[in-house]
């Protein structure tokens, strides 16, 4: 069993940023891939970004390119996403995930490909 915990998340005006965590414990051999998704009330859950816990290249969703970065630290058991000059549209719930999956998957990740979900933590952006 895989435990993700996601914090960092907030209120802050537009143009501003913040830094999300992702703490994973537990068997990570399960896993190969972490990845951030977003959900508002209404809407189902989208991917924001996903990285291989071995590193290499990323996924960005286009509305967060240039603005988002999803990084790991080096034990990959925490996964991070700078998030710099948001926009009252980045407003939702962030949940941090993990599974296993191939470098073309990882590319186009959905929700129906990760095992393991945080509980999720809000970031409210004001304009």
């Known amino acids: 069993q895989v435990r993700l915990v996601e914090s960092g998340g907030g209120s802050v005006q537009a143009g501003g940023s913040l830094r999300l965590s992702c703490a994973a414990s537990?068997?990570?051999?399960?896993?190969?891939?972490m990845a951030w998704f977003r959900q508002v009330p209404g809407k189902g859950r989208e991917a924001v970004a996903s990285i291989y816990t071995g590193g290499g290249p990323q996924y960005y969703a286009d509305s967060v390119k240039g603005r988002f970065t999803i990084d790991r630290n080096d034990a990959a058991t925490t996964v991070y996403l700078q998030m710099n000059n948001l926009e009252p549209e980045d407003t939702a719930m962030y949940y941090c995930a993990a599974g296993r999956m191939s470098f073309a998957t990882m590319t186009r990740p959905s929700v129906a490909d990760f095992d393991y979900w945080g509980q999720g933590t809000q970031v409210t952006v004001s304009s």
């Open positions: 537990g068997y990570l051999d399960n896993t190969n891939c």
